[in-house]
């Protein structure tokens, strides 16, 4: 089977496998100016911090090939700040819209489109190598016939290719199988049920989909060995923001005696945010949780309450999984490090 | 407005209010003899362990009035015996069910119709009265102005009337006004953004729904004060069975100081139940999980593990508010006491 990967640049455009509709039918979303991408990001059809950043780098390219000569540097910074507009938690995003722009910004107007396209291949090879060198990192982790618990979809479909937290269960179950992944379905978008489900099937990774308010009670039978998460950004702390409900897996996880993993490349990292606390949590439209499928759930004049990210503090999180390797607490000092060694792997800046 | 009820018995029907259809529509189910009371408990049309007792009772009403002369004493006991195979954790119905057993062996086969109606109408009458008593115990423990968090249903619609964990809510808010009630939707079967909802809005309620998933980034925020669930049976130690994810809340709000209260009447307090763990768990159809609103989530060939309840240890209750008073810790000597109240009133056997 071919690698999944969830969008591919050719000639001008970027397709992108609509993840709205999966796993019912797969459709290729073609876009070909930064709004469709910015759109896209929006309603989700391509989604997960990595990915987000690939797509962003080529919304960018989108915009300075369409440009007329001599305003390629203001498009391009135009068409970065539409998309980086789009979803404020995941850092990855801004981060590779601020490659593109810097390697635009040093280069003339008639270089721009080959500039920018060259480095947002560069940052597409270099989120799927990363996630392929941190699974092998993580693999060991989980113990052979281990029964692991992933929450939201960190997969291939969040990536550039491979995946972080599917990465490294599909790296551990190649060297010796898992008997069980457990995954959260995901309220409200289903990521889970839907996206993890999908990508665990295409694997041949034996899984069980639960709610997500089933986790507490499958650790109180001991029936989970590890839990590997992604994230949207890390702060320079430790602390870890992902989808929503991935706090409660945490702190679940602790009082379990349970090791809690998260996976991603040091793209995720942000030494700019401090703690947790720094950051922004996106708030998403109260529908996603009052309707199902096009039908309404709740009463009229119902409202929800929909953030769809929460932070993980450092102290519940046992080790971080980078292309650097294990990161491990003390936080601060040991993701400075894989910091330091992303950059010199051309992963982050 | 009238008081809200899930069931009424008049002349030979039990009429069920169709709760898998709410808040869409107001449907009344007749039932005419114990096979239909007993689908309807099978597909949640009612639920709730007090009302499944009330329920229970009523059934075997339908199936003595509609017996022979001479074979009342034996279609008793096939439609208690159907009727207690339905679910196997609400510990309310297998009560009712003996009550009303044990008052129809004492009676003649010609007395038996009036005698096992007159229990029925006992039981229901007694939990309506239980939650009223129960409510009043209860509302002094919220806050006023608080936020009050709960989990699935357990008003007005999951007992005989008036609720337990919405019961309390309601008094309190009448008393001193509340200033919201989180309401977890409870998937995988929504009774929370469904039910709770609903009845929050009939009662003048603020309330807000959220996802299952998204109750530890409400404490981790400080935005929730106390929280109050029902129960479908709580050991003699204490440990209190309840929907899937309740175990889940109670964990977070022990990490958050939070008071976690759990509401309900003696009869869902088991003295022959030791501890959670000989507490027998439903497990449900998978495809509770895998579709919603018919429409299938999950990929082809995925499968689902669906428990229908979890079990809090004692350790995570702050009290156990009954018709008796507040239950505190050591549970084994509060809830005893609580029971030989609960005799006295009539509340339970």
Redesign the interface.
């Given at each position: 089977m071919d690698d999944l990967v969830p969008l591919r640049y050719h000639d001008g455009c970027l397709e992108l496998l609509e993840q709205t509709l999966l796993?019912?039918a797969e459709v290729w979303l073609p876009c070909h100016d930064p709004e469709a991408v910015a759109a896209a990001i929006r309603r989700l059809a391509v989604r997960g911090a990595p990915a987000l950043g690939v797509a962003g780098a080529w919304g960018v390219v989108l915009g300075i090939a369409a440009a007329r000569p001599g305003e390629r540097h203001q498009t391009a910074r135009q068409a970065a700040e539409l998309l980086r507009a789009t979803r404020p938690t995941a850092v990855n995003l801004g981060w590779a819209l601020d490659e593109v722009l810097l390697a635009v910004a040093a280069a003339s107007d008639d270089e721009a489109v080959a500039v920018a396209t060259a480095t947002a291949g560069r940052i597409e090879a270099a989120d799927r190598e990363a996630n392929r060198t941190l699974a092998g990192h993580g693999a060991p982790l989980l113990p052979p016939g281990g029964r692991v618990l992933t929450h939201c979809n960190a997969g291939a479909l969040a990536t550039a290719g491979i995946g972080t937290a599917l990465g490294v269960i599909a790296a551990a179950h190649r060297h010796a199988p898992l008997s069980n992944v457990w995954v959260?379905?995901?309220?409200?978008l289903?990521q889970g049920?839907?996206l993890t489900?999908?990508e665990l099937?295409r694997l041949g990774v034996p899984?069980?989909?639960?709610?997500?308010?089933?986790?507490?009670?499958?650790m109180?039978r001991g029936l989970v060995d590890a839990v590997v998460v992604g994230s949207d950004r890390i702060a320079a702390n430790g602390d870890v923001a992902n989808k929503?409900?991935t706090?409660?897996v945490a702190?679940?996880a602790a009082?379990h005696q349970v090791p809690f993993y998260v996976a991603a490349p040091t793209s995720t990292v942000d030494p700019a945010t401090a703690t947790g606390r720094d950051i922004a949590i996106e708030e998403r439209d109260q529908r996603e949780?009052?309707e199902?499928?096009g039908?309404?759930?709740?009463?009229?004049?119902?409202?929800?309450?929909?953030?769809a990210f929460?932070?993980t503090p450092a102290e519940l999180v046992t080790a971080i999984i980078t292309e650097a390797g294990i990161a491990t607490a003390p936080y601060g000092d040991s993701l400075r490090n894989h910091v330091a060694a992303g950059r010199s792997r051309g992963v982050r800046s």
């Open positions: 796993p019912a959260d379905e995901t309220r409200p289903l049920a839907r489900a999908w099937g899984y069980q989909i639960v709610t997500d308010s089933m986790v507490g009670a499958l109180a929503i409900g706090y409660t702190v679940l009082r949780v009052l199902l499928a039908h309404r759930i709740a009463p009229a004049g119902a409202h929800a309450l929909n953030w929460d932070v």
